[in-house]
């Protein structure tokens, strides 16, 4: 069972269960998010959004976040292999940041569609 495709299969949720953790206990950012997302789904509970507005949250949520444990993914794979200052390091690493920016922005246009017409 150990090594075969569904113990392989399991071990390696379990690895990323784990990834997800440490992200959660150790990443400000991904707190700061964590504690945004409950924020949003106590509005959506407040203002009773419909399922497809929920659908369209959850994604914007699961977007940001993952894209914030990749960025942190890749800063810490810089840092490993080049913990001195260097541009390319520079630059992967505003490029990683640069995705987390994009998921942010789509993020909130669609916090924007689904509260705006609750809202006013
Ligand atoms: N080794 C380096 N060489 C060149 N520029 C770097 C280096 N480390 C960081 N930078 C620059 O500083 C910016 C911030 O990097 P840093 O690793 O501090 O990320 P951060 O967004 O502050 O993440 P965190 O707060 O999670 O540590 C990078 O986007 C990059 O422009």
């Known amino acids: 069972m150990k090594n075969s495709f569904l113990g392989?299969?399991?071990?390696?949720?379990?690895?990323?269960?784990?990834?997800?953790?440490?992200?959660l206990m150790h990443e400000p950012s991904i707190?700061?998010?964590f504690?945004?997302?409950i924020l949003v789904c106590i509005a959506g509970l407040y203002f009773d959004i419909s399922k497809?507005?929920?659908?369209?949250?959850?994604?914007?949520?699961g977007l940001v976040m993952t894209a914030e444990g990749l960025?942190?993914?890749?800063?810490?794979?810089?840092?490993f292999v080049h913990p001195d200052f260097h541009a390319k390091i520079g630059h992967i690493k505003d490029v990683a940041a640069g995705?987390?920016?994009?998921?942010?922005?789509?993020?909130?246009?669609?916090?924007a569609f689904i509260y705006f017409p609750y809202i006013f």
């Open 8 to 23: 392989k299969r399991i071990r390696g949720g379990g690895y990323a269960m784990k990834g997800a953790w440490l992200l």
């Open 31 to 33: 707190q700061v998010q």
């Open 35 to 37: 504690v945004i997302s």
């Open 52 to 61: 497809t507005e929920w659908i369209a949250q959850f994604f914007a949520i």
């Open 71 to 79: 960025n942190t993914a890749v800063e810490a794979i810089a840092d």
């Open 99 to 111: 995705s987390v920016f994009i998921a942010a922005v789509t993020a909130v246009i669609i916090a």
